[in-house]
């Protein structure tokens, strides 16, 4: 298992085009063979944060997302809203342990 997490943080004034094209990545996202969670939330007391957390099957399913038409259409709204910082990264493998 794959798990994409990190932070984006978009300009004060491009907050609702990035909530709104977050809105629309995440249901089309959920769709998609592989996809095992797919989140995305604004930090509280941060409103131009927004907080990315994904869990896939393999590299091959998180490989054909980025080659679907709705992440293509997130990484232009999300460039019209102004990204000032992408920390975004992904860990592999590791055995699921409850806490």
Not at 40 to 53: A, C, K, L, N, P
Request: charged share 25%; aromatic share 8%; proline share 2%.
């Amino acid at each position: 298992m794959l798990i994409v997490t990190g932070v984006i943080e978009v300009a004060a004034d491009g907050v609702e085009l990035a909530r709104g094209a977050t809105a629309d990545m995440v249901a089309e996202t959920l769709k998609e063979p592989g996809c095992i969670r797919y989140e995305f939330s604004q930090v509280i007391g941060q409103e131009t944060r927004f907080r990315v957390y994904e869990e896939w099957q393999d590299l091959a399913a998180l490989e054909a997302h980025f080659a679907t038409p709705h992440m293509a259409r997130f990484r232009t709204a999300l460039a019209q809203a102004g990204v000032i910082s992408r920390d975004v990264y992904r860990r592999e493998g590791g055995e699921k342990i409850s806490l």
